[in-house]
């Protein structure tokens, strides 16, 4: 069984930066693209960051863009999301979500980490 594990959260002042991880373990065969969301109470989640596995294609929600930055290592073990000059409203649950195909001939499917919470207060 895939499991996607972030960590990283927690307490950032305004202007501060954090980076989030999203590390995937069990049978892995291969990893497509990677997306980071966020979600606050009563909200739906909303897609910030998205990274495609060939590296080429890289996007951000408007209400990040310059701030946030999305990468995943060479081995492609673990995806990050940068992000920087943090505002109150960047406060949420944030959560990783990766294509990964098991087995070689196996179907892609998509694994969800357990979130990690955000905070961002002076």
């Known amino acids: 069984q895939v499991q996607l594990v972030e960590s990283g959260g927690g307490l950032v002042q305004p202007g501060g930066s954090l980076t989030l991880s999203c590390t995937a373990s069990?049978?892995?065969?291969?990893?497509?693209?990677l997306h980071w969301y966020r979600q606050v109470p009563g909200k739906e989640r909303e897609l910030v960051a998205q990274?495609?596995?060939?590296?080429?294609?890289?996007d951000y929600a408007d209400s990040v863009k310059g701030r946030y930055v999305i990468t995943r290592d060479d081995a492609g073990d673990t995806g990050f999301l940068h992000m920087n000059n943090r505002e109150p409203e960047d406060a949420a649950i944030y959560y990783c979500k990766e294509d990964i195909w098991e087995t070689e001939r196996g179907p892609q499917q998509q694994y969800w980490g357990q979130g990690t919470q955000v905070t961002v207060s002076s």
């Open positions: 069990g049978r892995i065969f291969s990893r497509g693209d």
């Open positions: 990274f495609t596995s060939n590296g080429r294609t890289i």
